[in-house]
Every structure is written in C-alpha cells, then in structure tokens.
C-alpha cells in the first residue's frame, strides 16, 4: 500500500489551508524543494530574548516565556534540518539559555516549570502533573546533546555539557528501564554524540546497545493497541538505519499499512491525545498538532517508500 498522487495533493491542501508558518516553511523544505531560511525565519519568532522558545512552540502549552521542553522543541526542529550552523543567532541564543542557568537544578533541565500554570496547556504540562514523560532525562538529554554538538570546545559549557551526558550514561547505564518519552531523548542524544564525533568521550557502544534493547521491548506489538497514544515502531524508528530497525521491520511495515488506513475523512490523521480543560485553545493547538503529525508521517513514509509520487 502506497500513498498515491491525488491523496497527497490532498494533504499538501490541507496543510496550506491549516497550518502555521513555521509548519508550512518545513513542510515546503521537506516535500516541495524549499530553501532553509524560510523555516528559520518562522522558528525565530519563538524565540526569546533569553535565547529560550516559548510561545506554545511546543502546542500543547502555551506559555510564552522561555522554557526547557519549549527550547527542546526547538532543538528537535533544527536537528530535524541537519542544521549544522554553529554560529547562528539561532543556535547562540539557545546555547546562552542554557548556559544561564534558567529553569536548571543542578545537572538537569526542569520538565514542568511553575508559569505554565498561567497559561492554557495540556494537563502534563502543570507542575501538579504526574506524567511518565517526566523524567531527568527529558529534555536534559536532548538540550546536553546540542550542547555537545554546537557550543566551542573549550568553552566551560561545553565542558558542563560533557558533565551533565557522563551523569546521564552512568544513570542511563545502571538503570535503562526508562518509558518511552525519556527514551527516546536518550536516543536523540546519542545521535547528538555521533554527530559530534565524540563516541570515544562516552561508553557510546554500551549506552547505544542498551538503548536499542529497550526501545525494541516497549514497542506495542498489537496494532490494535495503536489506535491509542501508544508506543509504535516509528517512535523509535525514522529510517533504516535507526537502532533497532532489523529487529523491528516487519512491524513497522505494519504500522506503515496501519499509517495509510488510519487516515480521517480530510485524508489526514486524527490526534490519539485531548486536553481535559481550555477546549476552545486545545481547539487551535490540535489543527497544530494536526499539521506537525502530517510532518513526522510523510517523512516516514517517504523513508521506507511508500509515496507513490509527490
């Protein structure tokens, strides 16, 4: 089963009509041979003057001001274009929030912090909430790797940077039984690492073959589990050659067949989660979440071939 021309014409409507302009910016980069600045332009205006994001980035909180997950976010965005700039105002900006100190107890990034409580969100994101996404490891995974990646050498960062990764492998190492969210910010940091060309700084073999064994052991393995928020073969695998792709691939064809099903009456996909409060702003974030879903799937299945055209 393939997506076919008419149905992604369908969804390329969709996203012009309902998306935000930093969604539309990638998804014109990703499927329509778009130029990059486009999509920095749009990301740019999350940004604070903190060097943090904040601004609903992340749409199922609101807030505006500069936090971790908000920042994570934006790091997963550019991360997601192989954005390689060091020297962008852009990457500078985040890299001097982190090193502020901001919304840090001592080698960890604060998953919930107290202002999201002022503003509409999602019931995970209030500091009352007792989510299985909160863990030390998230977002402090994925901002520690950014650090690895694009802050100077010799800079003292970079070197808390390098601190902070060594406290999480050892942890990560000793207990690897983490939950899905966690996990796969332990997985964005090893890919941080490989692209830093520093496996030899961090027991890199070790924490990638303990990473892969847990994220193949919390994949549901009933798609009738995945008409839920649950945790897919795509979590975790984007390409090939993500860890785990052999033991999972015949799964992931599945969910891949499941993907091209499961579309709604607008030809695209439904979200699997819902705000229990602020109903007319959830109404917003979810056409959000809409177009950021579309996304992450296209990409998927344009991966493992299964767009016919585009």
Not at 244 to 253: F, N, P, T, V, Y
Request: glycine share 6%; net charge negative.
């Amino acid at each position: 089963m393939e997506l076919q021309p008419e149905e992604f014409e369908v969804i390329r409507r969709w996203m012009y009509r309902n998306s935000r302009p930093l969604d539309l910016a990638r998804w014109r980069f990703h499927f329509e041979k778009g130029q990059i600045q486009p999509v920095l332009e749009a990301l740019s205006v999350y940004q604070n003057a903190d060097g943090g994001f904040g601004h609903a980035l992340e749409a199922d909180a609101w807030n505006p001001n500069s936090t971790p997950v908000m920042t994570n976010t934006a790091v997963e965005r550019l991360l997601e274009l192989d954005f390689a700039d060091a020297g962008h105002p852009l990457v500078q900006g985040i890299l001097k929030y982190l090193d502020s100190g901001a919304d840090q107890n001592g080698h960890t990034w604060s998953f919930n912090v107290a202002s999201n409580n002022e503003y509409p969100h999602a019931p995970w994101w209030h500091t009352s909430s007792e989510s299985t996404a909160s863990s030390p490891y998230n977002p402090t995974a994925i901002l520690a790797g950014f650090i690895l990646k694009f802050a100077a050498r010799d800079s003292a960062l970079f070197e808390r940077g390098s601190g902070i990764v060594q406290k999480l492998a050892e942890s990560f190492l000793q207990n690897p039984g983490l939950e899905m969210h966690p996990l796969r910010c332990v997985g964005t940091l090893l890919e941080c690492i490989a692209e830093a060309e520093l496996q030899e700084q961090f027991p890199y073999p070790a924490l990638l073959e303990a990473f892969t064994a847990r994220s193949v052991q919390l994949v549901k393995r009933d798609a009738g589990n995945w008409t839920s928020y649950s945790c897919r073969p795509s979590f975790f695998i984007r390409s090939p050659l993500s860890p785990g792709h052999e033991e999972l691939a015949l799964l992931l064809q599945q969910e891949l067949d499941y993907l091209l099903a499961a579309r709604n009456s607008a030809g695209i996909w439904d979200l699997t989660w819902s705000w229990t409060d602020y109903v007319r702003e959830f109404a917003i974030s979810e056409n959000w979440w809409k177009a950021h879903i579309v996304i992450e799937n296209l990409l998927l299945l344009r991966e493992f071939g299964r767009i016919t055209a585009e």
